[in-house]
């Protein structure tokens, strides 16, 4: 396991030290525009699945599906694709710098962009769906941003909420602090920023807060460092589906976590649908 770990760690880090000058560009106009919901047929799957759930009321929130390190937004996509289809108003939040630079910095840059949102759809309120570090920058935005008082519900896919000791193995196999990447060094276990952002409340204001994780993860070690304390819903996906085989980008495509979303951002009870595809 851990040998495993530490391929991955070195393949992540390989991928951050790439140059690669589309990565390092600021978020497109494309990302920043928010996207009309547009309905589609379902198939059959997935229409018994919204008859238990239903789909987005009216005047439901915006979502705003948030990236995460090197999450380039088209990457999105397809769980955007699936909260159109269950008639949302999506757009993609790609993070500054994708995700390189100081976690804080990219959550005041949220703050703007779901001003912004509100201000193009005229709602008092979003709902967050996060993803890796996105799930950070949207927590500290949350709590030290102002947006306890923007945000409806707040969901996070394998983000690490008390670090993953994949980053602080960076610097035991010789590639110094998270090879300079901020963001990295402050996803470590034991960060300042982890400090300041676990201090206190998990769950501040009247957001709901939902996150989802798998053991299948390669990034977030341990996996429970994905929960939250302070009332969180808190969904393995193991739990449920013992034989669902998930990793950590696949926490964006697979259908039993969507499902779970989908449940979420309903107000309806949790229960995974574990033959979703």
């Known amino acids: 396991m851990l040998l495993r770990t530490i391929l991955a760690a070195t393949t992540a880090v390989t991928a951050l030290l790439v140059p690669a000058t589309a990565a390092l560009a600021e978020p497109t106009t494309e990302t ?3 996207t009309t919901a547009t309905t589609t047929t379902a198939g059959n799957g997935e229409a018994a699945q919204a008859d238990a759930v239903g789909f987005a009321a009216a005047g439901a929130n915006p979502v705003v599906v948030v990236g995460g390190l090197i999450g380039i937004s088209i990457a999105y996509e ?3 694709a699936r909260l159109r289809a269950d008639g949302y108003r999506v757009s993609i939040y790609q993070l500054p710098n994708l995700g390189f630079g100081d976690i804080r910095e990219s959550a005041r840059a949220l703050s703007s962009y779901v001003d912004q949102v509100r201000a193009t759809t005229g709602a008092a309120k979003v709902d967050l769906v996060t993803h890796s570090e996105g799930g950070l920058v949207s927590r500290w935005y949350v709590k030290f941003l102002g947006g306890a008082a923007k945000v ?3 969901v996070s896919l394998g983000s690490p909420q008390q670090g993953t000791y994949v980053a602080n193995i960076i610097s035991f196999l010789g590639l110094g602090s998270c090879a300079g990447i901020v963001a990295c ?3 470590s ?3 300042s920023f982890l400090a300041d952002l676990n201090g206190g409340d998990d769950t ?3 957001v709901r807060w939902t996150t989802v994780r798998t053991w299948q993860d390669e990034l977030v070690r341990p996996v429970d460092n994905a929960a939250l304390a302070d009332g969180a ?3 393995l996906v193991q739990a449920w589906c013992p034989l669902r085989i998930v990793g950590h980008l696949g926490l964006v495509l697979d259908g039993t976590t969507y499902s779970v979303v989908r449940q979420v951002l309903a107000d309806a009870a949790i229960r995974p649908n574990c033959f979703a595809v």
């Open 32 to 34: 920043a525009t928010t």
């Open 189 to 191: 276990i034991g960060s």
């Open 185 to 187: 060094q402050q996803m």
């Open 233 to 235: 819903t808190n969904v």
């Open 204 to 206: 501040p204001g009247a």
């Open 78 to 80: 397809p769980i955007a």
């Open 152 to 154: 409806g519900h707040y």
